[in-house]
């Protein structure tokens, strides 16, 4: 025999659900209080604010009206169980984030209902009970389910991880490690983050097979992840192999953006920085036998007025050795090369020989990777000697 409800629960319902503090409470306990849901970045937690919102008011409902969770509700909660299976959060640290809620929710109904009649309150107590056994229930089911079927599945569940890994959507280091071991893969740490593309332009959409063998081509050792987007192949692989990238894509007619020094938890700032680099680069920065890099895409972005990082951050990417004090002949010749446009006037302003300028600049080469005589390296040495000055 159910109670009939009181007028209390309705006017409590609705000044909860007007109230915005309420459900920022319960995100704020959330984010605080459940390890995984403090690590998510800002892209996730509209997600999580839009989810608990619909919790609340369902939950107010459902003690308002005496009634229980509906098949509707049930979809809902199996679908979110899944989401987080293909997003490697786990299961365990979502069932506590509505425990945490659910408390949340009990502290703010004393807190505006202080002489709350015996029978609204034991409704309040049975209907969470209830609420957070069936939940967990079909929730648990859900996500072993899913969990099951992206394992069942390897290639789609690792081409899912990398596109969560790019968009930004790790809960967290653990998390990360938990779904990676489900699927059997250790994270190359350093990584490379290679995106390529058809040289040609107007290319046709990129398939999974075509990023796939790009992935097998490089012979990399370790793991390697590839998805695509649009036109596009992404790849994560050993940073080790990385050098091997610029005469593989030369090879399949493809240019690329390769980046190395980003860390684990920043995939998604590598693809950002790759992606864009290729929508910016002139024609002459895809040079035969080569890919764009860190410096490149820094560069690039730091000119379309958007830096990634600090110019002296930029300067060093660019130079590398050459700042070092001891290497300041080699600076010095580079500067003289950019200012003059020639190597014989260049020696002359330095008082040297000719050669010896020339032997210079291709020190240059082999310790930047980068050679003054073209114009597009020579833009980007100019672009960081400038800047670091």
């Known amino acids: 025999m159910t109670n009939k409800p009181s007028g209390a629960r309705a006017r409590v319902r609705q000044e909860m659900v007007a109230d915005p503090r309420v459900l920022e409470a319960v995100v704020a306990a959330v984010h605080e209080q459940v390890p995984v849901y403090a690590a998510l970045d800002d892209s996730r937690l509209p997600e999580v604010r839009a989810i608990a919102a619909w919790g609340l008011d369902r939950l107010l409902h459902l003690w308002a009206t ?23 959060r786990p299961v365990q640290a979502v069932l506590r984030a509505y425990r945490v809620a659910a408390t949340v929710l ?15 309150a034991f409704a309040l107590a049975r209907m969470l009970l209830n609420a957070l056994d069936t939940l967990s229930e079909e929730m648990a089911t859900a996500y072993a389910a899913t969990s099951e079927d992206l394992s069942g599945d390897r290639d789609r569940a690792l ?30 740490d350093p990584y490379c983050l290679l995106v390529a593309e058809p040289a040609a332009e107007g290319g046709a959409d990129m398939s ?5 063998g790009l992935a097998d081509a490089l012979h990399s050792t370790g793991t390697s992840l590839s998805t695509i987007r649009g036109s596009r192949a992404v790849l994560l692989f050993p940073a080790g192999a ?6 593989v894509l030369d090879r399949q007619a493809w240019r690329g953006c390769a980046i190395t020094g980003e860390g684990p938890d920043r995939v998604a700032v590598a693809h950002r920085l790759a992606a864009d680099a290729l929508d910016t680069a002139p024609a002459h920065a895809h ?16 000119l379309a007025g958007h830096p990634a990082a600090a110019p002296d951050h930029i300067a060093r990417l660019v130079l590398g050795p050459l700042t070092d004090p001891g290497q ?6 580079l500067t003289a090369y950019i200012d003059t446009g020639s190597a014989s006037a260049a020696a002359r302003e330095l008082h040297l020989h000719p050669q010896s300028l020339r032997y210079r600049l291709r020190r240059i080469h082999d310790r930047t990777g980068r050679d003054p005589r073209d114009p597009w390296q020579r833009l980007t040495l100019d672009i960081a000697r400038t800047i670091r000055a």
């Not at 005496?66 to 679908?79: A, I, T």
């Not at 300041?328 to 010749?333: D, M, T, V, Y």
Request: net charge negative; hydrophobic share 50%; charged share 25%.
């Open 66 to 88: 005496d009634s229980v969770l509906d098949p509707s509700d049930l979809r809902r909660f199996r679908g979110i169980a899944a989401a987080r299976a293909a997003d490697g």
């Open 106 to 120: 009990t502290d703010e109904i004393a807190a505006r209902a202080p002489d709350l009649a015996a029978a609204d």
């Open 242 to 247: 990385v050098e091997q990238a610029g005469a």
């Open 159 to 188: 081409r899912l991880l990398l596109d969560d890994l790019i968009a930004g959507r790790h809960a967290s280091v653990g998390a990360l490690a938990d779904r990676s071991a489900r699927l059997g893969v250790h994270l190359p």
């Open 328 to 333: 300041a002949h080699l600076l010095a010749a």
């Open 208 to 212: 999974y097979e075509a990023a796939t």
């Open 287 to 302: 040079r035969p036998g080569r890919v764009l890099t860190d410096a490149d895409a820094h560069v690039l972005a730091l």
